[in-house]
């Protein structure tokens, strides 16, 4: 749309001081200035022009408002009111004397009627060369080259004199409302604000700062990726911010070496950002690169020593790494500066599992305490995974297993397995495994998973043809042997309650999948809601899975003869 220029000479207009006043009230409260003002004989004005007024006739001369040009209210219209101006746009107003029309306008910006954008000041600058900025009458059409330069011009002078008490921007307004939004949590109506700011000003790398912040605190990371994108291809300072912002989305989404880059770039722009040091510590874990993910958490607790994340997360390195008693440290830290944050107990009781000084009675403080924390939570999995590490862990009498070993906890598995040679499980299996049984307590749930997992497997292996044996001895690592023709297939079944893969395993079911080429592992997740069905043979399963031991059972042999 093109940009023209209104004049205003205060012998004319002896008010005009006072529809400033009234101009800068309207825009304190979040909304435009309507007023209308002549235009001479133009008549090619159109809504969503943009409109600057300029002061002429005393000194100094100069820009002082600037807005756009809108459609004015149907009764006020003048092509409703005569046909003879039927071809004039909506924006013209039926008060209007012969060869002066009025238009409406909404001014989103001004300054002190002392304080304009000068234009003698306008004409040193070179760039303005060959611009009309002193027409002699109004509403006439800034070139379009010219009218670019006036828009940065303006914003840089409405920006000083806002700053300075004596100018206000409609555009800064929004943006604050919008700050105040999303610090109280309201991040709908703050996302409303934003998107009004850059009605007024489409370039806005303050509102699509805000919008990417709005939205990521509505866990909408996507949208907050495309704002935080929008900024970053404007430019501006805010990009120190932004990219340690956008990685944090990233982060979130698993888009793990776009948030390395992201993080990385933040962290260069600002050595003194410690959640972007904090993050890209988080991502270097998640690609396990565990040296650089530490260094990342040593600086973010150089910079802020109340870090608790950072404490708690570079716990889980020093784990990996097997230094439990420098991850114990951290996990107390951790623990020291947030109490509530449950996975510290959890880690920190499994650091002292490991150690080799009779620790098990801290490791099950710690671990009991997670589990009560998780039940508080209704976390059911959690809980009923840290449960069983618990019975692992207390004393108890022989019994037939000699080894027990959990997968390492926390295991995630992309839902896509391997391929067995079996067809898909019949729709009609899938329904009448997803009717929930009646079970109240967590071991009960437990028990009815195992039970719709063993009868869900068994019915897709009868249901294709297959004879299922029960194992000949139920000590030899796997519960049933199916043949069909000349194949065969020793399955172990494990039911899980919710998604996540993470469960116990004796040593003589990881022996059968050292050793048994038959072997297959069978795992049932979401077994009393949406059962799904995953599957590895023995060799694949030793590969996807890290095994972690945990506690072995010792029994005394005789002496030597």
């Not at 000194?59 to 005569?82: H, I, S, T, W």
């Not at 809980?383 to 207390?394: A, F, H, W």
């Not at 307590?441 to 004879?467: C, F, M, N, T």
């Amino acid at each position: 749309m093109p940009t023209r220029i209104f004049l205003c000479n205060e012998r004319e207009d002896p008010e005009i001081r006072q529809y400033l006043q009234e101009a800068e009230a309207s825009i304190a409260a979040g909304e435009e200035y309507l007023i209308t003002w002549s235009c001479a004989n133009v008549t090619s004005v159109q809504p969503g022009d943009r409109a600057f007024l300029k002061r002429v006739g005393s000194k100094p001369n100069g820009y002082f408002a600037a807005g756009y040009v809108v459609a004015a209210e149907k009764r006020y219209q003048l092509r409703l009111q005569d046909r003879r101006f039927q071809n004039l746009s909506a924006a013209y107003d039926y008060d209007s004397r012969p060869g002066n029309f009025v238009i409406w306008l909404a001014w989103d910006s001004c300054v002190d009627f002392e304080l304009p954008l000068r234009t003698d000041l306008l004409k040193r600058n070179p760039q303005f060369d060959g611009a009309l900025l002193d027409p002699t009458a109004g509403g006439g059409v800034l070139r379009q080259q010219y009218a670019l330069l006036l828009e940065r011009e303006w914003q840089n002078h409405g920006e000083e004199m806002a700053k300075r008490d004596r100018g206000i921007r409609l555009v800064d307004v929004c943006i604050d409302l919008g700050r105040q939004n999303n610090q109280q949590k309201n991040h709908p109506q703050a996302i409303e604000y934003y998107c009004r700011a850059l009605d007024v000003q489409g370039d806005c790398v303050k509102a699509f700062v805000g919008l990417g912040n709005a939205y990521q605190s509505l866990n909408d990371h996507a949208q907050a990726i495309a704002d935080y994108s929008e900024a970053l291809a404007i430019g501006s300072a805010y990009d120190r911010v932004v990219y340690g912002r956008r990685g944090i989305s990233y982060y979130h989404l698993q888009a793990w070496q776009e948030a390395l880059l992201d993080l990385e770039r933040a962290v260069q722009l600002n050595p003194q950002n410690s959640e972007a040091h904090l993050y890209r510590g988080m991502t270097c874990l998640k690609l396990k690169q565990v040296e650089a993910a530490i260094a990342s958490f040593d600086q973010a607790l150089a910079l802020d020593p109340e870090l608790d994340q950072a404490f708690y997360f570079r716990g889980r390195g020093r784990f990996y790494r097997q230094e439990f008693e420098a991850a114990i440290a951290d996990f107390s830290a951790a623990i020291h500066l947030k109490p509530d944050l449950i996975e510290s107990y959890y880690y920190r009781g499994l650091a002292y599992s490991k150690l080799d000084n009779g620790s098990d009675f801290l490791a099950l403080q710690d671990l009991r305490l997670a589990a009560k924390m998780y039940k508080g939570r209704d976390d059911l999995d959690r809980y009923l995974k840290v449960r069983d590490l618990i019975e692992v862990l207390t004393p108890v009498e022989p019994a037939s297993e000699e080894l027990i070993l959990p997968a390492q906890t926390p295991r995630l598995l992309p839902p896509e397995t391997p391929e067995l040679k079996l067809p898909d499980l019949p729709p009609e299996i899938v329904v009448t495994a997803n009717a929930e049984p009646e079970v109240s307590s967590p071991r009960d749930r437990l028990k009815a998973a195992e039970k719709q997992a063993i009868d869900l497997v068994i019915q897709h292996y009868i249901s294709q043809g297959w004879q299922v044996e029960p194992a000949a001895n139920p000590r030899l690592g796997f519960k049933f042997s199916c043949t069909q023709g000349d194949q065969r297939q020793d399955i172990e079944i494990k039911g899980l309650l919710g998604q996540e893969i993470t469960f116990l395993i004796t040593s003589r079911e990881v022996s059968q999948a050292k050793s048994n080429p038959n072997f297959v592992l069978w795992v049932v997740t979401a077994c009393l809601e949406q059962p799904q069905l995953h599957h590895w043979s023995g060799a694949e399963m030793l590969e996807r899975f890290q095994l972690d031991p945990m506690k072995y059972l010792a029994i005394l042999q005789p002496d030597p003869v």
